[in-house]
């Protein structure tokens, strides 16, 4: 029997029942990156240019 993930389920994660996963990515998938690259403090700048 194959098991089809619904992690590589296209269809699940572009549909309303995936935004949730869709929104985790977006949180983690930054700070992973950050990790991988040794940034252990990052600064954000919010604002408005001049």
């Given amino acids: ?8 389920d296209n269809d699940f994660l ?3 029942d995936g935004r949730t996963i869709r929104i985790l990515s977006e949180y983690f998938g ?3 990156r950050l990790r991988k ?7 954000f700048f ?3 240019p001049d």
């Fill in 1 to 8: 029997m194959n098991k089809k993930r619904f992690y590589t």
């Fill in 14 to 16: 572009n549909s309303p």
């Fill in 30 to 32: 930054p700070f992973q």
């Fill in 37 to 43: 690259n040794n940034i252990r403090t990052p600064s």
């Fill in 46 to 48: 919010l604002g408005q």
